[in-house]
């Protein structure tokens, strides 16, 4: 039963546009949710985190958005840049443990 | 800045055998965690500690255990290893001050 779900595996955006990442969950309890980056053979790296008190918070080129009522988060990145290409994973804070999403690989491209 | 500090990065190892990984968590944090990500899968917790006591449990095997030691620094001992053991296991770390959690660069596993 997965409680985080990234439904787009995949996403191919051009450079300098706008890159939507969406992620879904279905524990009303989780409070924290973050992003995180992850290149192959490599642990996870933080973006950007939010308190389920909050609709929004921003970091430079990225935000993230929350609607508890439709138990969804999204991660906005403007301008996308080829750097950011790399699985990106939703997680949701259950006290001590995160419970993560299946991924979305966001590609990139000039 | 000091990260999240795994040891071996790479393991080999073969059926019925054990292995122990280590993990650093980042100086002043308290709390370290466990997951094991299997080909094409999302992490899974599998344990963490605070204080050097268990403060939660995931789907860790019984054939798994794990200890804090007085410095922080945690190793989870892997026993009688199976193929399905194969997989990537990170270490993360946090503070009571900041729930963020920091992870490590990995240990991959092979199982043989």
């Known amino acids: 039963d997965q409680q985080v779900k990234q439904n787009s595996p995949s996403l191919s955006v051009q450079e300098g546009r706008i890159s939507i990442l969406n992620c879904d969950y279905t524990?009303?309890?989780?409070?924290?949710f973050l992003w995180y980056k992850k290149y192959p053979a490599e642990g996870p790296t933080f973006l950007i985190s939010i308190s389920s008190i909050k609709d929004k918070n921003e970091d430079g080129r990225f935000t993230v958005f929350l609607n508890k009522s439709a138990k969804h988060l999204s991660l906005h990145i403007v301008p996308s840049q080829p750097g950011d290409s790399a699985v990106y994973f939703c997680a949701a804070s259950n006290a001590d443990k995160l419970i993560f999403g299946t991924g979305t690989r966001l590609q990139v491209f000039p | 800045a000091a990260g999240v500090i795994q040891s071996p990065r790479h393991l080999i190892k073969e059926k019925r055998e054990t292995a122990t990984l280590k993990c650093y968590p980042i100086?002043?944090?308290?709390?370290v965690y466990w997951y094991q990500q299997g080909p094409g899968q999302d992490p899974q917790f599998l344990i963490s500690f605070y204080e050097k006591m268990q403060s939660d449990k995931g789907s860790i095997p019984d054939r798994f255990s794990a200890q804090q030691f007085s410095d922080y620094h945690s190793e989870l001992n892997m026993s009688s290893l199976e193929l399905g053991d194969s997989a990537l296991y990170f270490c993360?770390?946090?503070?009571?001050?900041?729930?963020?959690?920091?992870f490590g660069p990995g240990t991959r596993l092979l199982v043989l």
């Open positions: 100086p002043r944090h308290d709390t």
């Open positions: 993360a770390s946090s503070s009571l001050e900041e729930e963020t959690q920091y």
């Open positions: 524990n009303s309890m989780f409070d924290y």
